[in-house]
């Protein structure tokens, strides 16, 4: 009989995430292709292209918000345990308060996992997809920036050539191992650059060893001392290393080590793997808290009332977190700590609210 009632319960909290999930992909999907149809509106393309591209960036999305759509789908689930009274039906059998809660809860780590081992790998894969394809068409400087297991690779235009730009690593504010490509519109080769690093922390770019090859006029010079100018320096490319969305977790574990002699810093790395880490824990508390504030109230209350505790909780649980970063990134506190405060917080609230719970 208690798998039974176990499966009952699983089930039907299922179907509620997986309707959740639906209705939060179709509203990221018309919110972000209006926002594509903008950017694409002055090129010649098909409309296939604005929906591929939504479709491949809201699974990434999907997955930050991930937390707060379990949190929404067992406020819908409890409420419709009280109503239905199916809640009272199951306690004949058994079952506590607590034990409902605890059997939604490690299924909501197990949610977790599977959402980082299964899906977090196609999502990186989609946001990589997403960010190429769109570079591509971006005129923004910005948009043509990539990082990949071959290095930094940097694309600039200007009114009379374009340059193509590869270092291997980035150390601090060196670029190292560096060749640029010189074409002029013609798509002709002009003049090729191979230094041995550049400080890139303003522009132009100071560069060390650098021997030019001038294919124009046939000839190769060497100088220890050379300025690049590029409209790109140490912090825009650093903004594109703060974006890890494009690696997976498995990919973080696996090739740690390269992506931190790419340029990733131990830091952002670290700090990456422990919000992946802390994503199964904090789903499980979404789930305890939800039912504090419904199966902990035996007062019945107006939806209006849930909806409203709904939407104030996962706005300060949002802003409790990004106030932890910031805390984090300011050195206020350990970079680490600052990952898992949130989950220690509300874990420590809803310590106090399931002994209440249990009580009932």
Not at 17 to 23: D, F, K, M, P, T
Not at 56 to 65: A, F, G, V
Not at 68 to 81: E, G, N, R
Not at 124 to 142: H, M, R
Request: contains cysteine.
């Amino acid at each position: 009989m208690n798998s039974i009632i176990n499966k009952y319960l699983i089930e039907k909290f299922t179907k509620t995430i997986c309707n959740v999930l639906l209705v939060f992909f179709s509203l990221g999907v018309i919110l972000n292709l209006l926002e594509e149809i903008e950017f694409f509106k002055n090129l010649d393309l098909p409309i296939t292209l604005p929906i591929i591209l939504s479709l491949s960036y809201i699974p990434t999305l999907i997955l930050e918000l991930l937390p707060f759509i379990i949190f929404l789908s067992s406020m819908i689930y409890f409420l419709h345990l009280r109503s239905s009274r199916d809640l009272l039906s199951i306690k004949v059998f058994g079952y506590s308060n607590i034990k409902i809660i605890l059997i939604l809860s490690f299924f909501s780590f197990f949610v977790g996992l599977v959402f980082l081992f299964a899906i977090n790998p196609i999502t990186s894969t989609l946001i990589k997809y997403y960010e190429n394809e769109k570079a591509q068409y971006a005129i923004d400087v910005d948009h043509l920036i990539s990082i990949n297991k071959n290095g930094v690779w940097i694309k600039e235009v200007d009114d009379f050539n374009y340059k193509i730009i590869n270092g291997t690593t980035l150390n601090k504010d060196r670029l190292e191992k560096i060749s640029i490509y010189i074409f002029n519109d013609n798509q002709q080769i002009i003049k090729r650059l191979e230094s041995e690093y550049a400080i890139i922390t303003k522009s132009p770019w100071q560069m060390k060893n650098v021997y030019v090859y001038d294919f124009e006029k046939n000839n190769t010079t060497f100088t220890k001392n050379y300025e690049f100018q590029s409209d790109n320096t140490l912090e825009k490319i650093n903004s594109l290393y703060r974006n890890l969305n494009t690696i997976s977790f498995l990919d973080l574990i696996i090739n740690y080590t390269l992506l931190n002699k790419k340029g990733y810093s131990k830091k952002l790395l670290d700090d990456k793997i422990n919000k992946f880490i802390s994503l199964p824990f904090f789903l499980s508390l979404m789930v305890v808290l939800a039912a504090i504030f419904t199966v902990g109230s035996l007062k019945n209350k107006q939806n209006f009332y849930y909806v409203l505790i709904s939407i104030f909780t996962c706005v300060a649980i949002f802003y409790f977190k990004d106030l932890s970063i910031a805390l984090g990134q300011t050195e206020k506190i350990n970079s680490i700590l600052s990952v898992w405060m949130p989950v220690i917080v509300i874990s420590l609230f809803c310590s106090i609210g399931v002994i209440q719970i249990n009580e009932k």
